[in-house]
């Protein structure tokens, strides 16, 4: 049973910073594209950053500068650092992990539960 537990959602006022932590299942941290999603209320979800197995990584053009994503794959654990924030990062953000299984010889595709971001003007 793969899970994705995420923390460090809160409020924060605007020009302040939050991170976010997803910890993943040992069994396929390793090999997974780790991402963070988000979805603000009335809008689609939307890809915030992802990070490969080698460290590369993408951004959301609304987020770039100001977001880091990074992870430890001894601790299983991928992170969001979020600067700067902005009333237009409130969202609820999923962490996600996307990769293929050698064990199950398919696929997956996980998410976390979600944790609520609210930023304050």
């Known amino acids: 049973q793969v899970q994705l537990v995420e923390s460090g959602g809160g409020l924060v006022q605007s020009g302040g910073s939050l991170r976010l932590s997803c910890a993943a299942s040992?069994?396929?941290?390793?090999?997974?594209?780790m991402a963070w999603h988000r979805q603000a209320p009335g809008k689609h979800r939307e890809l915030v950053a992802t990070?490969?197995?080698?460290?590369?990584?993408n951004y959301a053009d609304s987020v770039k500068g100001r977001f880091t994503i990074s992870r430890d794959n001894a601790k299983n654990t991928v992170y969001l650092q979020m600067n700067t924030l902005e009333p237009e990062d409130t969202a609820v953000y999923y962490c996600n992990a996307r990769g293929y299984s050698d064990v199950l010889y398919s696929a997956y595709n996980y998410w976390g539960q979600g944790t609520q971001v609210t930023v304050s003007s």
């Open positions: 040992r069994s396929i941290f390793g090999s997974s594209v």
């Open positions: 990070i490969l197995c080698d460290g590369n990584t």
